[in-house]
């Protein structure tokens, strides 16, 4: 997803506590930071986290 869209989530979930519930390094997370975040990683953290305000202002359509 977006780089704009992937930094207002990995804000509102925290760095260390995205890079646990993925199993995935911290160094991982930089660079959802820098790319954005993988599609099949955007899907699955909504369905984690679906009370995320940033979710509002994400379109459905790009991570249902």
Same mark, same amino acid.
């Given at each position: 997803?977006?780089?704009?869209y992937? #930094?207002?989530?990995? &804000?509102?979930?925290?760095?260390? #506590? %995205?890079?646990?519930?993925?199993?995935?390094? %911290?160094?991982?997370?930089s660079q959802?930071?820098n790319?954005?975040?993988p599609?099949?990683?955007? #899907?699955? %953290?909504? !369905?984690r986290f679906?009370? !995320?305000?940033?979710?509002?202002?994400?379109? &459905?359509?790009?991570?249902?």
């Amino acid at each position: 997803i977006s780089i704009t869209y992937s #930094k207002q989530i990995i &804000e509102e979930i925290g760095r260390k #506590k %995205l890079s646990d519930t993925c199993h995935v390094g %911290l160094s991982a997370v930089s660079q959802w930071l820098n790319r954005g975040i993988p599609i099949s990683w955007a #899907k699955f %953290l909504r !369905l984690r986290f679906p009370r !995320l305000q940033c979710w509002k202002e994400i379109p &459905e359509d790009i991570v249902k």
